[in-house]
Nanobody, 123 residues
């Protein structure tokens, strides 16, 4: 069974920063064999991709809303993926999820999902 556990969410003021982490585990789960993504879902809205990263970490994708402000990275030795968010805005408020895909495209169907971590941007 694969587990993805997010952490690092919380309340932050507009303009602030947060770093989300997602630790993966599973007896038969080879972390480096999966591309990873961060998604978010705000109340009343669909879940959308924020950023994604290839198996090696050499390639990334960012939604327009994240470009220039968010950075996705991964540490295959620690089975962890990160999302560093800066210049946060109230519209970034959402539940953030990490996910893993065995597909070769960063926007392919994702196979495993975490439970999510709440990020609230408010003064």
């Amino acid at each position: 069974q694969v587990q993805l556990v997010e952490s690092g969410g919380g309340l932050v003021q507009p303009g602030g920063s947060l770093r989300l982490s997602c630790a993966a585990s599973g007896r038969t789960f080879t972390f480096s064999s999966y591309a990873l993504g961060w998604f978010r879902q705000a109340p009343g809205k669909e879940r959308d991709v924020v950023a994604a990263i290839t198996r090696s970490g050499g390639g990334t994708y960012y939604a327009d809303s994240a470009k220039g402000r968010f950075t996705i990275s991964r540490d295959n030795a620690k089975n962890t993926v990160y999302l560093h968010m800066t210049s946060l805005k109230p519209e970034d408020t959402a539940v953030y999820y990490c996910a893993a895909t065995a597909g070769y495209g960063l926007l392919d169907k994702y196979d495993y999902w975490g439970q999510g971590t709440q990020v609230t941007v408010s003064s």
